[in-house]
């Protein structure tokens, strides 16, 4: 027999089913070390980020929070943008009466 057409046949029900009988089902699940690492990086990496924005943004919460998410979320990226901009410096403000012509 052809076992094609057995199972659960190609209706809506069928869809996103996997075939139990595949040989090569793999899983790939993280193991603890690897989400507490993950976790402990992402921590780190919101802490500094927001100690950045407090201090760049002059003390805005907001701010803060935001820099502290973003961190946390991206833990890698966002450090890099962080250093980038000159760790925990304020911004520079710039100054806008120069800037209107005249």
Known sequence: MNRYYDGPGLGVGALGQAVDSSPLTL???????????????????????????????????AWTLAWFLAGSAFPVVVPVVAFTQGYAKPEIAKNKRRRRSR
């Open 27 to 61: 899983s790939i699940r993280p193991t603890g070390a690897l989400i507490g690492a993950w976790w402990s990086l992402s921590t780190v990496s919101g802490l500094l980020s927001a100690y950045h924005g407090y201090k760049r943004n002059g003390g805005n919460l």
